[in-house]
């Protein structure tokens, strides 16, 4: 019965961690739409979990609704704190299109958002950490 589901793979959505300008603390997670349609209704729950001297630490999970995401447009998620980098940081992306759900998980694992992996992001005028 698991193996009747068929599952489409997402293509051209992607997250990225986006430093402010003149901020050192706090950054943007963003969500880019790199295909040439638009996505209706997009869900995406974050959360942050991790440990830290063998403490179990987690943030709350937060629901977002981006209710249309244009063609080759991004748009800001969530604003993120760096004291939060030491976490594992979960993004997933739910959307609809044509009457299939496309959903995938974006995951910055430890300490892999910091400055020395900032990049610039093709296609638009911002520099972060990119997830594919």
Do not use: C
């Amino acid at each position: 019965m698991k193996g009747d589901l068929k599952i489409p793979k997402v293509t051209g959505v992607e997250v990225a961690v986006v430093k402010r300008e003149n901020d050192d603390e706090l950054w943007d997670v963003i969500i880019i739409n790199r295909n040439s349609y638009p996505l209706n209704h997009v869900l995406i729950t974050s959360k942050g979990y991790g440990s830290i001297n063998g403490i179990k630490q987690q943030t709350t999970t937060f629901r977002y609704l981006i209710d249309h995401l244009g063609p080759n447009s991004y748009t800001k998620i969530e604003p993120i704190q760096n004291s939060v980098f030491h976490l594992t940081n979960e993004y997933w992306v739910s959307y609809y299109l044509h009457e299939e759900i496309y959903d995938k998980k974006y995951i910055f694992l430890p300490e892999s958002i910091q400055q020395k992996y900032v990049a610039a992001i093709p296609g638009f005028d911002l520099k972060g950490v990119l997830h594919l």
